[in-house]
């Protein structure tokens, strides 16, 4: 068990540029989650994947956020066209079913857009 | 939608005391977990606690769900408890956490 593991761990970009993010969940997890936490507040929920499913998005995520997750293991965050209010830490976190004592949060993406 | 509220929101202690966070949440809901957000940004799943009082070593929590309450008890508190607590919930009928406002512990030697 290596734990969730995200990449980068920090990002700097200009605005206007894409970005995309990696998330590699505990292996035999087949829920994965994207959180989105910006300074001083709680994480929000964004997105979440059983197996390779997209079930749920919320409505933070605009269009010009997508998540994948091709095969049911790894998954990927991009934002397109990334604004100023984009920056914050995005968190993944992976669990086995739904079971709430067996979730696990990466260490994080911080993104920071210029 | 359901608010999840954590009082104080900053707490300062001096190392070896005790402290009691709290937490609302204005509606029912299926599960309660209480994270630990160390300085470097990583979220520690604390407890799962749904309903009753659970212990693990310093820490315990209690939940009074017909009360739409939470408590986190840190005894004997160690600079290495500083952080960001955050409550967490599952309503009904869904599989996404909402998280609670936060409370910022600082503790000093």
């Known amino acids: 068990d290596t734990g969730v593991s995200q990449d980068p761990r920090h990002k700097i970009t200009k605005r206007g540029q894409n970005v995309t993010f990696r998330c590699d969940p505990i292996s035999e997890h087949n829920r994965l989650y994207w959180y989105r936490q910006t300074l001083g507040q709680g994480p929000e929920f964004l997105t979440y994947f059983q197996n390779e499913a997209q079930l749920e998005k919320s409505r933070l995520l605009s269009d010009r956020f997508s998540a994948e997750r091709p095969k049911g293991s790894f998954s990927t965050l991009e934002i397109q066209r990334t604004e100023q209010g984009d920056s914050a830490m995005y968190l993944c976190a992976s669990s086995l079913g739904a079971d709430p004592e067996k979730l696990f949060f990466g260490s994080g993406t911080q993104l920071s857009v210029l | 939608g359901i608010q999840v509220e954590q009082s104080p929101p900053d707490l300062i202690l001096q190392e070896g005391a005790n402290s009691t966070l709290r937490c609302n949440f204005s509606?029912?809901?299926?599960?309660l977990q209480w994270f630990h957000q160390n300085p470097w940004g990583q979220l520690i799943n604390l407890f799962y606690i749904p309903s009753g009082t659970k212990q693990n070593g310093r820490l315990s929590a209690t939940t009074v769900a017909t009360e739409r309450y939470s408590l986190l008890y840190i005894s004997s508190s160690q600079t290495t408890d500083s952080g960001v607590y955050f409550c967490?919930?599952?309503?009904?009928?869904?599989?996404?956490?909402?998280f609670g406002t936060g409370t910022r512990l600082q503790v000093f030697p």
């Open positions: 967490a919930v599952f309503p009904y009928n869904t599989d996404k956490l909402i």
């Open positions: 509606d029912s809901v299926n599960n």
